[in-house]
């Protein structure tokens, strides 16, 4: 009888593995997920035409990407919560009022839907979109594992993201939450390479820095904050709206190291980038990015991936939706 039942305790291993796998396990993210299951159609080649189109005439949408995924990324995880049309969802709350991009994900999904309906999850489209603006504003090309669930939650409670005045320490321990080193951070933040921001967001650091009426940032240099003040963000109400290149204005649209250079140079815009140099303790990682663009395209690349895989749900978890926009 003991050798009977030690002969079979491989088999009640694997019949157990199997029976936690169909009742509580899930399947992994993995490379080429929707090989195969699309009908004839190149999931990742749909996408990625569908991107190049709106990239050609309209190449900021790189920034507006890259914005979407952290936002979506940053809370609960990437799981299509950001997305969610609604009262009280993410989407309307304060950080998130000013994030676009929603119409290309949903153009993508219902041109997915058309070849396959109900296989491919909105979190993977937001994903592999980003892949693909990143690659056409000139970053890597990079693979991501796709195999993502789409969460039944939104919740404009949940959404708590960084300030742009974080210090250094404020801004790392805040990507620490989500399992990113002080280093992997400060590549993260050279999504600002593109994109934009407005006067209202900058003006205390130009007219009343540190709570004192007038005082400006010493951290800025002195010769943009002075174009900011005469040309940009002149301190009037009806400057807030007008928009401030996070790069310079020639680049802000290409995917490269120069937010570093200017880091250097004391040209960060947002309180939060400048910072990173300011302070000892990431100064080293700026330096390094700024001498060495091919190392940030490289860790750019990783970095985006590790953000792209934070808390996923897959296998039966969530659900893939119809629309983007709601709940099925």
Same mark, same amino acid.
């Given at each position: 009888?003991?050798? $009977?039942?030690?002969?079979?305790?491989?088999?009640?291993?694997?019949?157990?593995?199997?029976?936690?796998?169909?009742?509580?396990?899930?399947?992994?993210?993995?490379?080429?997920?929707?090989?195969?299951?699309?009908?004839?159609?190149?999931?990742? $080649?749909?996408?990625?035409?569908?991107?190049?189109?709106?990239?050609?005439?309209?190449?900021?949408?790189?920034?507006?990407?890259?914005?979407?995924?952290?936002?979506?990324?940053?809370?609960?995880?990437?799981?299509?919560?950001?997305?969610?049309?609604?009262?009280? &969802?993410?989407?309307?709350?304060?950080?998130?009022?000013?994030?676009?991009?929603?119409?290309?994900?949903?153009?993508?999904?219902?041109?997915?839907?058309?070849?396959?309906?109900?296989?491919? *999850?909105?979190?993977?489209?937001?994903?592999?979109?980003?892949?693909?603006?990143?690659?056409?504003?000139?970053?890597?090309?990079?693979?991501?594992?796709?195999?993502?669930?789409?969460?039944?939650?939104?919740?404009?409670?949940?959404?708590?993201?960084?300030?742009?005045?974080?210090?250094?320490?404020?801004?790392?321990?805040?990507?620490?939450?989500?399992?990113?080193?002080?280093?992997?951070?400060?590549?993260?933040?050279?999504?600002?390479?593109?994109?934009?921001?407005?006067?209202?967001?900058?003006?205390?650091?130009?007219?009343?820095?540190?709570?004192?009426?007038?005082?400006?940032?010493? *951290?800025?240099?002195? $010769?943009?904050?002075?174009?900011?003040?005469?040309?940009?963000?002149?301190?009037? *109400?009806?400057?807030?709206?007008? $928009?401030?290149?996070?790069?310079?204005?020639? &680049?802000?649209?290409?995917?490269?190291?120069?937010?570093?250079?200017?880091?250097?140079?004391?040209?960060?815009?947002?309180?939060?980038?400048?910072?990173?140099?300011?302070?000892?303790?990431?100064?080293?990682?700026?330096?390094?990015?700024?001498?060495?663009? *091919?190392?940030?395209?490289?860790?750019?690349?990783?970095?985006?991936?590790?953000?792209?895989?934070?808390?996923?749900? &897959?296998?039966?978890?969530?659900?893939?939706?119809?629309?983007?926009?709601?709940?099925?």
């Amino acid at each position: 009888m003991a050798s $009977a039942a030690r002969m079979s305790a491989p088999a009640l291993m694997v019949t157990l593995a199997v029976l936690a796998l169909v009742t509580g396990g899930h399947a992994q993210l993995q490379y080429g997920f929707y090989k195969g299951k699309c009908n004839a159609s190149d999931v990742e $080649a749909l996408v990625q035409s569908i991107v190049k189109a709106r990239f050609a005439t309209d190449a900021p949408i790189v920034a507006y990407l890259l914005r979407l995924q952290f936002h979506e990324c940053a809370v609960n995880g990437c799981d299509g919560g950001l997305l969610i049309d609604g009262p009280g &969802t993410e989407k309307t709350a304060p950080p998130n009022l000013s994030v676009k991009a929603y119409d290309l994900i949903a153009t993508i999904k219902s041109q997915l839907e058309k070849k396959c309906p109900g296989v491919v *999850s909105c979190s993977d489209i937001e994903i592999l979109a980003t892949r693909d603006a990143v690659a056409l504003a000139g970053g890597p090309a990079y693979p991501v594992r796709t195999g993502r669930r789409d969460r039944r939650r939104s919740s404009a409670s949940d959404v708590k993201l960084p300030g742009a005045d974080y210090t250094a320490a404020q801004t790392t321990a805040y990507f620490a939450r989500l399992g990113l080193t002080p280093y992997e951070t400060v590549v993260l933040l050279g999504a600002h390479t593109v994109g934009a921001t407005h006067c209202s967001v900058i003006k205390s650091r130009l007219y009343s820095y540190g709570g004192k009426p007038g005082a400006t940032d010493p *951290s800025m240099d002195p $010769a943009l904050a002075s174009v900011y003040k005469k040309y940009v963000c002149p301190n009037v *109400s009806s400057s807030d709206g007008n $928009a401030v290149f996070l790069d310079d204005q020639w &680049t802000a649209v290409k995917v490269d190291n120069h937010y570093y250079r200017n880091l250097q140079l004391h040209r960060g815009v947002l309180s939060c980038d400048q910072n990173l140099y300011t302070d000892g303790s990431t100064r080293s990682f700026v330096d390094q990015l700024a001498n060495d663009g *091919s190392t940030f395209l490289t860790q750019f690349a990783k970095v985006l991936v590790k953000l792209s895989e934070v808390n996923v749900l &897959t296998g039966t978890q969530g659900e893939v939706r119809k629309v983007c926009n709601k709940f099925n």
